[in-house]
């Protein structure tokens, strides 16, 4: 077991650890010795043989929910050292349908409202809650995902663009307000990563409807659109967030970090 990052024994919580990228930091986390909680609504069974790792089902948009999930963790646990707010979700529409062909790919309020609910609310909810154990033990680390897109603003994807940039002003505001509780919040933001269930086909369909492209090609030709030519690796991505969370990064808080290969710049 790897111990240069201090993380053995540490409490995690993960959002949206069930896959992609939270199920990729989970594993990390567990390879680091750290104990970890899963807060998600979709079960991952390849974690039932991990005694070190605890599932609870949570909507994060739900602050009951959310708030039972904590409470939980305190009891078991005893205390919460880090939150990776990964939970998120990703639905890419026209602000208006300017081609006049598929009415279905303009946002509606349902679209308005599922995204902020899940991407903003939520991170709100969870990070509230932890946040009342952390200022007790005058230590904690918030890891927030943003993205590429909260940071530039992304055609077809506006909304989802203006949740990652709330994400942004969450990560400073808060950094700035729990600093004195030696509590650092941190965000990462990453651009375009190899494949997970959030950016499906249908995803790229609609976004590639919105961008007037070829649904087979949206992106895909990485060496014109990413200096490094490749898309990001989702361990890449992890070894990000556990570096933030470990003692190691002791001074960073109030940042987001691009994870891009270079195609992001800000």
């Known amino acids: 077991m790897n111990n240069w990052m201090g993380m053995k024994d540490k409490v995690v919580i993960v959002t949206g650890g069930s896959q992609g990228i939270g199920n990729h930091v989970v594993q990390t986390l567990r390879e680091l010795g750290a104990n970890v909680v899963v807060a998600d609504l979709a079960e991952n069974p390849d974690y039932e043989m991990d005694k070190n790792i605890t599932f609870v089902k949570c909507d994060v948009t739900n602050k009951e929910n959310v708030e039972a999930m904590v409470s939980d963790v305190i009891k078991k646990y005893g205390k919460i050292d880090a939150l990776f707010n990964n939970a998120g979700v990703n639905r890419p529409r026209l602000l208006v349908d300017f081609y006049g062909k598929k009415p279905e790919y303009e946002f509606t309020e349902q679209d308005y409202d599922f995204l902020m609910n899940v991407n903003v609310k939520g991170v709100f909810f969870v990070t509230q809650a932890v946040v009342r154990h ?55 933001a990453p651009s375009i990563n190899e494949r997970t269930a959030m950016n499906n086909d249908e995803t790229f369909k609609a976004l590639a409807y919105a961008r007037g492209q070829d649904s087979n090609n949206v992106s895909s030709d990485y060496t014109k659109v990413i200096p490094m030519g490749r898309p990001g690796k989702l361990d890449e991505v992890a070894d990000l967030v556990c570096y933030l969370m470990s003692d190691r990064a002791s001074y960073i808080s109030g940042t987001t970090i691009n994870i891009s290969g270079a195609k992001s710049t800000r």
Do not use: C, D, H
């Open 134 to 188: 952390m200022v007790k033990a005058k230590a904690g680390v918030i890891v927030n995902m943003s993205s590429e897109a909260g940071m530039q603003g992304s055609i077809g994807q506006s909304i989802y663009a203006a949740t990652k940039g709330a994400v942004l002003a969450f990560t400073s505001s808060w950094a700035k307000e729990l600093g004195p509780y030696n509590i650092r919040v941190v965000g990462i």
